[in-house]
């Protein structure tokens, strides 16, 4: 069995709550005062497959355009370059 923990990376917020963040849709899934409050939220949620599929997408863009190697301006916005 897969731990919650792990699909689940927690954050610590500057007002002191704890968040959880779904690690294959990026989502918050819930803010709370403590970690084991996030748990029900956790177990409950469902990653919107809309959602995995657009955030697939801009990590693949991601990793083609800031590919170490490249120069910038082949991978990045040339407009905050000066040659
Ligand atoms: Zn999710």
Redesign the pocket.
Known sequence: MESLAMNFPHRRTFEGCFESI?R??Y?RVAKAHSEAELRPFERA?V?DPLWVHKMSIYAEGAKKTCEPGKSAGETCSASTLSR
């Open positions: 779904c294959s849709c989502v949620h990653c």
